[in-house]
């Protein structure tokens, strides 16, 4: 649990960075959606692959 803990801390960051660094505060809304997805989905995917639950339907 610690380990995903540290995941979403990571991606917050990620998202923090992109946002402000990036510049992407400023840009057209269907950029700002993709990247929240592109993060949320990679997120997702590891929180998986850490819980093991993909490897279940492997």
């Known amino acids: 649990m610690a380990g995903v803990a540290v995941l979403v801390l990571a991606f917050i960051k990620v ?26 989905t990679m997120l997702a995917i590891l929180v998986a692959l850490n819980l093991g639950l993909v490897a279940a339907f492997l």
């Open 15 to 40: 998202r923090l960075v992109a946002f402000e660094f990036m510049e992407l505060r400023e840009a057209p809304l269907l950029m700002k959606l993709a990247t929240d997805f592109g993060i949320i």
